[in-house]
């Protein structure tokens, strides 16, 4: 079993930065995917941004060049550091990982962008 806890997330002005952290717990062996997604109040569950077991990473258009994704392996964390933020940036951020041909999700952590 898989275990993720999300923290970092809260209220921040248009144009502030937030990091949120995943650590996982449990059996983590054959991680062969990382992620974050978002999930604003009326719309779908959307990819963020992910990084692979090579360190390979992909974004969503929408946060391009203003987010990034990492990964601590040591310390079992994942990383999004978020800057520039937007209004639109509102939502709860959910960690995601891929193993052993399942999905692990994270309860999520609510990050707010208004001022």
């Known amino acids: 079993q898989v275990q993720l806890e999300e923290s970092g997330g809260g209220l921040v002005q248009p144009g502030g930065s937030l990091q949120l952290s995943c650590v996982s717990s449990?059996?983590?062996?054959?991680?062969?995917?990382m992620a974050w997604y978002r999930q604003a109040p009326g719309k779908q569950r959307e990819l963020v941004a992910a990084?692979?077991?090579?360190?390979?990473?992909s974004y969503a258009d929408s946060v391009k060049g203003r987010f990034t994704i990492s990964k601590d392996n040591a310390r079992r964390t994942l990383y999004l550091q978020m800057n520039s933020l937007k209004p639109e940036d509102t939502a709860v951020y959910y960690c995601?990982?891929?193993?052993?041909?399942?999905?692990?999700w994270g309860s999520g952590t609510q990050v707010t962008v208004s001022s």
């Open positions: 990084i692979s077991s090579g360190r390979s990473t």
């Open positions: 995601h990982h891929r193993l052993r041909n399942q999905d692990y």
């Open positions: 449990g059996d983590t062996f054959g991680i062969v995917l």
